[in-house]
């Protein structure tokens, strides 16, 4: 919702009483100015993002015994009155990633952890992942306090919930990574098929 916001200011005038000679005069009076108000033009920002959605998590293992880095895949957040945002991962209902300067236009967004970011999950535990979305919006406190910013955050994405594999038997890390960016193409592909159809329902 965008809220207005007004700032009203009075300004009250004086004036006593004067002495002449020996006679004494005395005149009082108190003028108000007329009351001025100003509206605050800028809009406050309060509604949070739309959730992102469509989220999907691919695994790589590593030969260690430990989850080597995680492939997660979803489609942005739409946010038309304060676009510039963020986006921040959840492991278990606990954030343990954010991923700032983005824009919360609906795009197709990505992001892989690095070697052992997922904080060395190991094989055979199960583990719920999701995301929100916050925008970058700025609250008007009043005259004397000004603008503060604020995060309005969305709802939480789909979640997630992954089990943690070890290699099948005579599979390298390098060849499961490699099956896995084939699993992301054919993901983007069928995600480009449908945008393409769509485009052509909306051309009719």
């Known amino acids: 919702a965008v809220v207005p916001v007004t700032t009203t200011q009075q300004t009250t005038t004086s004036v006593q009483s004067t002495t002449s000679g020996s006679s004494t005069t005395a005149a009082t009076s108190t003028a108000s100015a007329p009351t001025s108000t100003s509206t605050n033009t800028e809009p406050v920002d309060t509604t949070p993002p739309s959730a992102p959605s469509n989220l ?10 430990l989850i080597g880095s995680i492939d997660f895949i979803w489609t ?5 009155q ?11 209902n606990k954030e343990f990633w954010f991923l700032g300067s983005k824009t ?9 952890t690095a070697e052992g970011g997922a904080t060395n999950l190991p094989y055979g535990s199960t583990h719920t992942f999701y995301i ?3 925008d970058g919006a700025r609250t008007f406190l009043g005259p004397t306090s000004g603008y503060v910013y604020v ?3 969305s709802l939480p994405s789909n979640s997630v919930t ?13 060849t499961s990574r490699r099956t896995t960016f084939q699993q992301v193409a054919n993901i983007l592909k069928s995600l480009q098929s449908l945008l393409n159809q769509i485009e052509e329902f ?3």
């Open 56 to 65: 999907s998590v691919i695994q790589h293992p590593n030969t260690a015994g």
């Open 76 to 80: 942005g957040s739409v946010d038309s």
């Open 82 to 92: 304060s676009p510039s945002g963020s986006y921040s991962i959840y492991l278990d």
């Open 104 to 112: 919360l236009d609906g795009r197709q967004e990505s992001f892989t």
């Open 132 to 134: 929100t979305a916050s």
């Open 151 to 153: 995060r309005n955050v």
């Open 162 to 174: 992954v089990t943690i594999t070890a290699l099948s038997s005579g599979e390298t890390a390098t």
């Open 202 to 204: 909306l051309n009719q």
